[in-house]
């Protein structure tokens, strides 16, 4: 069990566990997912955490095949710059490493926000806190 499993079990929020064998030599965490689960890489989101104005960091949840716009993560936080943030201070802020980042129960509260494409889906797939979860 990971965090997040876990809180959505004491949250009673409805899931299913898909589980495959990760490969350390993929390109991409998110589409070998979308490849290995057989699904829709429309369904399938990724977690970015990003550094705002050098010192709040946020989290961005979309889609695998999409690419985060710094210029508008920025517009939409009200800040004035944004960039991804490096690793040690992702894991430190969410208690996740890189591949296996979950929006749910991260070590510490971040202003979290979400494509709007993900209210085409009844469900999404996004990572349950490891890599292959």
């Known amino acids: 069990m990971t965090p997040a499993i876990n809180l959505a079990k004491k949250a009673k929020i409805p899931f299913t566990i898909h589980q495959y064998s990760h490969d350390e030599n993929h390109a991409s965490f998110g589409l070998e997912a979308v490849e290995k689960l057989a699904v829709d890489a429309k369904r399938v989101f990724k977690t970015l955490v990003v550094m705002l104005d050098k010192k709040i960091m946020a989290v961005a949840i979309i889609p695998v095949a999409a690419t985060l716009s710094m210029k508008h993560m920025a517009k939409h936080t009200h800040s004035k710059k944004a960039a991804m943030a ?28 979400i494509d709007t494409t993900a209210q085409n889906f009844t469900s999404i797939y996004v990572s349950a806190g490891k890599r292959g979860l």
């Open 86 to 113: 490096n690793a040690d201070a992702v894991i430190r802020a969410t208690g996740y490493i890189l591949g296996g980042v979950s929006p749910l129960a991260q070590k510490k509260k971040l202003l979290t926000l």
